[in-house]
Nanobody, 126 residues
């Protein structure tokens, strides 16, 4: 199984925007974005089930982040707007199969994905 590959990370100032991409998804239809800060638990940011319009967001990013998919490019994106210093982290894409959107939601909440990327660094300065 091909490992998901993230790109698009970088450094921005508070209020700035970045768009992360996750490619190499193959046939997997449940995709999640997580973030990791050293010394803290991995945190679920956003998820999407490619079988339908269902998306999932952590409360800390609702209204600022948008997850979307490009079926033709087999890529999932995370558009991050109004970035804050507390958004600084390594952002990791995860992928798996899920029979329906509820199962995908459960995977997102439990971080129960089979395949994980290596991550891309996002740094937001004040």
């Amino acid at each position: 199984q091909v490992q998901p590959v993230e790109s698009g990370g970088g450094s921005v100032q508070t209020g700035g925007s970045l768009r992360l991409s996750c490619a190499g998804l193959g046939y997997r239809n449940c995709i999640g974005w997580f973030r990791q800060v050293p010394g803290k638990p991995r945190e679920g940011v956003a998820g999407i089930h490619r079988g339908g319009p269902n998306t999932y967001y952590d409360d800390s990013v609702k209204g600022r982040f948008t997850i979307s998919r490009d079926t033709a490019k087999n890529t999932v994106y995370l558009q991050m707007n109004s970035l804050k210093p507390e958004d600084t982290a390594v952002y990791i894409c995860a992928a798996d199969m899920a029979g329906n959107y509820r199962t995908c939601g459960d995977r997102f909440l439990s971080a129960g994905f089979a395949d994980w990327g290596r991550g891309t660094q996002v740094t937001v300065s004040s």
